[in-house]
Each structure stands twice: as C-alpha cells, then as structure tokens.
C-alpha cells in the first residue's frame, strides 16, 4: 500500500509540473501576441508624393489643409477629426454628423486660404493630411514641408484626383484603422467610376448634349473642358461649349454673355443664389432668355449641401455628382432612381438617413 501512494504521489507531482509548464508557455504565447499587437511608438511611411514621413504609431486624431481632406478624412472616421477646414452652413448641418459641426474652424492653406496656427496646434492632431485636387507638384510638396517644419506636426500628401479615390480611401483607411469601412467606400467608387465610364461610351458624338458652366454671381465665369473644375462634364461626355483659355489652377475664366449666346448651350449648369450663384439671375434676366438652355427651361442648380456634387471643393461628393450629371443630360442612358442614390450615398458616406422629402429637397431646381 505504501508503494502504491507513492507512485500515487509520483504521478500527481507530474502532472502537476507538466500543467505547470504548459500555464508558463502559454502566458509567455499570449504575451508574445499583446507585444506584436501593440502598436509602435513611431513608424516612417511614404506618402503618394513620394515623402518620408515619420507618424506616430497610433493616430487618434489629424486634421487636413483643404475641405477636400476633411471631407474625404469626415467619410471614414469623423471621431479623429480635430477641426474643419471649411465654415458650415446652419443649412448644410442638417447633412452632417451634429459633433463634427461643432468642431472648431481652423481653415486651410489652399487658394490663398490661411490656417490658424495657433487653433491648429490647440487642436493637436498626430498628422495633417493634405489632399489637392490638381496633379502632384513640386508647388505642394514645398507647401505641405514649410508647414511641417511650421507646426512641427507630420504632413502628408494624398492623391485628391478623383480616378484615384480607391488609392486614397485604402491608405487613409490603413492609416486611422477603419480599413473595414474604407472598403466599402471604395466598392461604392469603383462601381461607380466604372458604370459612368461604360455608359458614356455608348453617347454617339452627334447625341453630346452642349454644356454651360455658370460660375459666379453674374453666371459669367466657367471651365474649359481642360480644366480639373470641369472634369465631371468630360466625364458624362457632355460637350463643353466653353472656348476659352484655362485660368491657372484656381479657374474662373471670365466671359461675356456674348461669348454664351454664340455658344448656345442646350444646358446650363449655375451655382445657387445662396451660394453666391446666379441661378435665378439667369432665369429672370431677359439677357439670357435667347439661350436655348433657358427658353427650354434646362438651367439647373448644382446640388451645394452639405458639400457641392460637382466642384467647390471638388471633393468625393463628385461620385454621387457624376450619376446626377449623367440622369439629367441623358436620362436614356444613365437610370438612375435619384431619390434612391441621394438617399444611399448620404446613409454611406455622409452618417445621415435621409427621407425622401429631404433627397426631393436637395433635387428640387437639379432634374429635368
């Protein structure tokens, strides 16, 4: 009996070590993942204009020097934005995410636009994010490292172009952890860029419908198609009937009401009067009434809440513009249910649910 509790004991004292050592490996296993998880105290990235850039590890919060920036950064994750760069309306908020309203206003450093350094380093973002929609440039790079070396604060340029938004939203993603979100983004960009793409190709040249771009108050400033504002009308392949030289990146040409009569548009597309637009100028005004846009009652307002559909600040929005612009000039081909996409893109990318009264709102003056 003695030498039976022995071996007893023996095999209890085993069991016991081997349990022990098991416990050891596995803390040391689970240890092990918490430190490969744990992000680091800084790592260097390369932005899309080819810049090493050294980031915290983790970023919790980052602000933009552009509205296209914070709208594209607003899409993904407004909870690490630290401010706005463009004022917002009491109109437009009713579109927003009523936290991000009440963020403060820093401003920007794109057309001659200042940023506040003194609420920029209040704020204290981990990085700044500058997104341009105008090709990469030395201009930017020189621009975005004076206001590195400014605010000692990591900047990063982003591709703003619109055919890169895929790009963008992939790395933005990565970067603010919402990679999960970010996909879903980029299905919604990818099918629409490639759905506008083959449906304009099926526009014959002698079907183009003739396009006017009213900018302004007086509706006499616009885009030649070679400029980055008119960019969606290529896009639709809408003939853009503005002959007339590109006004550096800013845009704006000037023309004569004139020049517009002798370009006869079958359509004009105007800002609206609340947003300094001439919209209802070119309705009433009998210097206008001689163009077939306007006797056929084809002058509509560019959708401008909480963001423009089409340009100023020709951001992400330009993806739901790009369907509006294609069922209004050609509702053959492009079929879209506008009250359906209006309602879906704001739930996905701009956090509202909207009704159908609010997307006939937003569409009231904008479809034939």
């Known amino acids: 009996m003695i030498k039976r509790g022995k071996r007893i004991a023996a095999i209890l004292t085993i069991i016991m070590l081997i349990s022990i050592l098991l416990t050891g490996c596995g803390g040391q296993k689970k240890a092990a993942v918490q430190q490969q998880t744990t992000p680091p105290a800084e790592k260097t990235i390369t932005d899309h204009a080819g810049r090493s850039v050294t980031i915290p590890g983790k ?18 994750a407004p909870e ?8 917002i309306s009491e109109k437009e908020q009713k579109y927003l995410l009523p936290e991000v309203c009440k963020l403060p206003y820093i401003g920007g450093i794109q057309l001659n636009a200042k940023i506040n350094n003194e609420e920029l380093l209040k704020a204290d973002p981990d990085v700044i994010f500058s997104v341009g929609p105008e090709a990469l440039s030395e201009k930017e790079i020189s621009t975005a490292d004076k206001l590195q070396k400014q605010v ?3 900047v990063i340029i982003l591709d703003g172009n619109l055919e890169s938004t895929e790009k963008t939203l992939a790395f933005l993603g990565e970067m603010l ?10 299905a919604y960009s990818k099918q629409t860029l490639k759905q506008v793409s083959e449906l304009s190709k099926t526009i014959p040249e002698d079907k183009k ?7 302004g108050p007086k509706g006499l400033a616009t885009e030649p198609k070679s400029s980055s504002h008119a960019l969606l009308f290529n896009m639709v392949n809408a003939q853009n009937v503005a002959e007339v030289a590109i006004k550096g990146t800013g845009g704006m040409s000037n023309v004569s009401l004139e020049q517009v009569l002798k370009w006869n548009p079958d ?25 077939s846009a306007v006797k056929n009652k084809k002058v509509y307002e560019i959708p401008n809440a909480p963001f423009n559909w089409i340009d100023r600040p020709p951001s992400i929005s330009r993806l739901l513009g790009l369907k509006w612009l294609g069922a209004t000039l050609y509702p053959d081909v492009f079929k879209y249910d506008m009250i359906k996409e209006v309602k879906d893109f704001y739930k996905l990318f701009y956090h509202v649910e909207l009704t159908d009264q609010d997307a006939k709102d937003l569409l009231k003056n904008s479809l034939q």
């Open 209 to 215: 419908v003739k396009v006017y771009y009213a900018e």
């Open 177 to 186: 952890g919402v990679e999960d979100r970010a996909q879903k983004l980029i």
């Open 59 to 76: 970023i919790e919060k980052v602000y933009f020097t552009s509205p296209a920036g914070m709208i594209m950064v607003y899409t993904l």
């Open 80 to 87: 690490k934005m630290a401010g706005i760069s463009m004022k």
């Open 152 to 154: 000692n604060i990591p």
């Open 267 to 291: 359509v004009i597309f105007s800002w609206g009067t609340e947003r300094g637009g001439a919209y209802d100028q070119i309705l009433a005004s009998p210097d206008w009434n001689k163009i």
